[in-house]
């Protein structure tokens, strides 16, 4: 089956993480130095922060500008739960924002969010399409909040030739193995904050400070959330491909563009000129006569090798947030919901793989289009 994203591993990079597994530091070496600079030359930011996953990356980014009890975040909900779940565990609280129908969050929608109780503004990059990032900082700014961009999918995209990762107070990016490049697990924050890129080691660590010969000294509670030194070389190896990858990605999200075009049943979220996506995720977004049909559609793509999948269902509908934070509705977040289904669009595959992939969808979605939904 053709996955929606996945890894693309080759010799070199095997050979990155062998020759660390041959020497004497498999942690706390040089290499995750190495590949944090790399991080920050290719972004231009001053720091880069790594994780061993983009969770821990976001847990030390909301610590690390004093989130906490009875603070609140602005943010999505079409977003994977950890972008909320680490301010929930800071003890904040997540205040919800509606989105556009391309899956970023409405820029127009967050100031009448804003409290007093307000610490930040999360937004995040959905599929690797930039949000509005220069108008949701002029907001941050007026309100003097902290601007973190969730940029888990979109590590490689740039607004106006300008990299994600220059425009915020903190990025986070994400090296999962269905990103562009992967770590395996793995994350990143970057910033040009001198005071963040000191907390944020702090928090990776322990805490824990070296002073002298073996004495070192806890000053603020962290945790051990260090990526590894054959992580970060095969990232490293992986950073010098990143954008051959997302070339070979747009290639393909351009096949699809021209062969889906104005088609009755669905569309597709178009990429402005002024804007690279990283295209860690290409949507469909299905018309609401097809939407009782989804189930059917996403099970017959899958057992004709397309391994479609959904992002996401809103966060705020999960049962913990219900429990913990009552019913929310949103209707153009659950509206993108009921539409969404990601097709395969990634580095390893063919432009054959694609022909398949666009063929299947159309002659499947035209198959269950005759019996629609009653509404």
Known sequence: MLPYST????????????????????TQGAKVEEFEEAIARYVGARYCVTFNSA?????????????????????TPISFVATSNMAVALGAKP?????????????????????????????????????AIQTIGALAKKHSLVLIEDSSHAFGSDLNGQK?????????????AIKPITTGEGGAVVTDNEEFARALRLFRSHGVIKKQLWNSDMVSLGY???????????GLSQLHKLDRFINTRNHIARYYDERFQGHKLFFTILIDSTEQSARHLYPLLLNPELHCLKEEIFTELQNRGVGVQVHYKPIYQNSFYKERFG????????LFYKSELSIPCHQKMSMEDALYVADTVLEV????SHRGCSF
């Open 7 to 26: 890894q693309l591993i080759e010799e070199d990079d095997i050979a990155a993480v062998v020759e660390i597994l041959k020497g004497s530091h498999l």
């Open 55 to 75: 969770t821990s990356a976001l847990h030390a980014a909301y610590d690390a500008c004093g989130i906490g009890e009875g603070d609140e975040i602005i943010t």
């Open 95 to 131: 205040i919800f924002c509606d989105i556009k129908m391309d899956g970023n969050i409405d820029e127009t929608l967050i100031e009448p969010l804003i409290t007093p109780r307000t610490k930040a503004i999360v937004p995040v990059d959905f599929a690797g399409k930039p949000v």
């Open 164 to 176: 994600i990762g220059s425009f915020a107070d903190m990025t986070i990016f994400s090296f999962h």
């Open 224 to 234: 051990n959330f260090r990526l590894t030194e054959f992580a970060a070389a095969l």
């Open 327 to 334: 019913e929310i509705r949103l209707p153009s977040s659950e």
């Open 365 to 368: 979605i035209e198959k269950y």
